[in-house]
Nanobody, 120 residues
C-alpha cells in the first residue's frame, strides 16, 4: 500500500505564493507518475500538473508559467510551487501517484487533499 499526505495549503492573497508538498510512504520500489489535481466547489477534478520518473513535466494551460512541479525521488516527495496565485486557483489540491509496490506491482493512490484559498 501507498499513503500520500499533502501539506502546504492555506489562505493567500491574490499574487501570492504557496508551496505544496506530497509525501509518499509504504513499500515503494519506485514512483513512475506523480500528478497534482484540484477540485473547486461544484466543479470536476482537473489535472493541474504531472511529472514522470524521467522528469518530463506537463501543466494545465491555466497554470503554465505560474506553477512548477518537481520531485525528489530519494525522499519519495513531490512539490508544487504556485506563484502569482489567482482567486480561480482556489480549490482542494490532491496528490496522485502511480507506484510500484513490493509484492503487489503497480498501484495508483490519492492523497486526502489540501485546501488552497486565494482571496481577491
Amino acid at each position: 500500500q501507498v499513503q500520500l499526505v499533502e501539506s502546504g495549503g492555506g489562505l493567500v492573497q491574490t499574487g501570492g505564493s504557496l508551496r505544496l508538498s506530497c509525501a509518499a510512504s509504504g513499500s515503494i520500489l519506485r514512483i513512475s507518475v506523480w500528478n497534482w489535481y484540484r477540485q473547486a466547489p461544484g466543479k470536476q477534478r482537473e489535472l493541474v500538473a504531472g511529472i514522470t520518473s524521467g522528469g518530463g513535466r506537463n501543466y494545465a494551460d491555466s497554470v503554465k508559467g505560474r506553477f512548477t512541479i518537481s520531485r525528489d525521488n530519494a525522499k519519495n516527495m513531490m512539490y508544487l510551487q504556485m506563484n502569482s496565485l489567482k482567486p480561480e486557483d482556489t480549490a482542494v489540491y490532491f496528490c496522485y501517484a502511480v507506484a510500484q509496490i513490493v509484492s503487489i506491482g503497480l498501484k495508483a493512490s490519492w492523497g486526502q487533499g489540501t485546501q488552497v484559498t486565494v482571496s481577491s
